[in-house]
């Protein structure tokens, strides 16, 4: 049997639904070069009991994988990494944090707040979510 | 695929009565079947499994219509698990094991032996010396080792110790590698089925409450925690089972995405455990 290592981490505490976690892992590693094109996945049901999460669950992470264009699945062999365009997609990701930034220093213009405090609630949230 | 299917299934016991029970038990998937101690879990175990009859309606197993009259070659395709499974007194695990051999078409005896090492089963005493626990973990050694397509577990952990329910949540987990795979586990610790099950049944005083995917019952209700100041008539009307102390109140709502819009950071809205949802429908008149 093939040995797959998939560095996944999922809390059951966040309020962030397991199947995102499992789709936002993944895509993080496809980001990250750690998984590339042509790449098997584990197979749902060997993920799920990795994870310890319902099978319905990874099914669900993996649709939502195949629909966005990270992975594919050939029916009886399983789900692989997509030929990713990895600049564009990089691209997209940065155009959405400009509008988040965008966002939040237009909220901040309205309180008058600094960059300095802003900042430090950077570095508060931050730390929050490790 | 089906695995199991009750059409409009009824059964009267005694003062106890299941009502009009329709289900659809999905193939290569894990069901959790809750509910309180009398709901009728039991009863509706023993009538898929064809040791009652029930008064009215259909059931089928693997399409198989004829639960009764086929009940023997059926039983060979499910390992079940009963809380409270007797074995004879003076037998012990090599007795059986003959009479395994003998009982279920595709019994594997090295499975059997492995199962029996791994769960620390003590082969040369009198099954009236086990603890309840031992019988558990003797039943469970059976319903792995005849290649089942369908496990059946009524309450399998209650008399586990925590160590071995994990284990055995990880064994089920395991099965359901193979895709043909059906489990049905009915527990009153819901927490075995948090992670792990796929499908929600939950019965209450013999009635289907609700059969739902686990992860879309616990996305639809949220357990939402805030100031007491923010209750008026129109949010009360978002809320069910409002609890109100000095520090706020919480509650749950199916319509949590409407109160972050109302009120934002005010609020915090968490995931429920299946047991406060459990304890949440059954007072309400469920999904």
């Known amino acids: ?130 | 695929m089906t695995a199991i299917q009750l059409k409009n299934v009824s059964k009267t016991q005694g003062t106890f009565k299941l009502k009009n029970i329709d289900l659809s038990i999905e193939r290569g998937f894990i069901t959790g079947l809750i509910g309180e101690n009398g709901a009728g879990k039991t009863s509706l175990i023993h009538l898929i499994l064809g040791l009652k009859k029930p008064d009215a309606g259909d059931i089928s197993l693997f399409g198989d219509h004829a639960v009764e009259a086929h009940r023997e070659a059926l039983l060979n395709r499910i390992g079940f698990v009963f809380a409270e499974d007797r074995f004879p007194e003076k037998m012990t695990v090599p007795q059986l094991k003959k009479i395994l051999k003998r009982f279920y078409e595709d019994f594997n005896a090295p499975q059997f032996d492995h199962y029996i090492r791994k769960f620390k089963i003590r082969e040369k005493q009198k099954f009236k010396d086990y603890s309840t626990g031992e019988r558990m973990k003797l039943s469970l050694a059976i319903a792995l080792s005849h290649n089942a397509e369908l496990l059946v577990l009524d309450e399998p952990t209650s008399n586990l110790d925590p160590n071995f329910r994990i284990d055995l949540l990880e064994i089920l987990q395991e099965l359901m590698e193979d895709e043909n795979m059906t489990i049905l586990f009915s527990t009153h610790i819901t927490s075995d089925l948090d992670s792990i099950a796929d499908y929600i049944i939950m019965i209450d005083e013999g009635e289907l409450v609700f059969h739902e995917e686990k992860d879309l019952l616990l996305e639809k209700y949220r357990k939402i925690k805030g100031p007491v100041e923010i209750l008026d008539a129109q949010t009360e009307d978002l809320l069910t089972g409002i609890k109100k102390t000095t520090v706020g109140f919480e509650a749950i709502s199916d319509e949590h995405r409407a109160l972050e819009e109302l009120y934002g950071s005010k609020i915090l809205t968490e995931q429920l455990r299946i047991d406060e949802l459990m304890h949440h429908l059954k007072k309400g008149k469920g999904v």
């Open chain 1, 1 to 130: 049997m093939e040995v797959f290592k998939l560095n996944i981490k999922i809390s059951n505490t966040l309020d962030v639904p397991i199947y995102e976690q499992v789709k936002d892992e993944i895509i993080r590693l496809i980001m990250s070069g750690e998984l590339g094109p042509g790449d098997a996945l584990p197979s749902m049901r060997r993920l799920a009991k990795d994870l310890g999460i319902s099978i319905i669950t990874t099914k669900r992470a993996y649709q939502d994988l195949e629909g966005a264009g990270y992975v594919h699945s050939v029916v009886g062999k399983g789900t692989y990494v997509s030929e990713q365009n990895t600049e564009l997609q990089k691209e997209r990701i940065l155009n959405e944090i400009e509008g988040h930034i965008e966002a939040m220093l237009l909220a901040s213009r309205q309180i008058n707040l600094s960059r300095e405090e802003l900042d430090e609630m950077i570095s508060i949230i931050e730390e929050d979510m490790k």
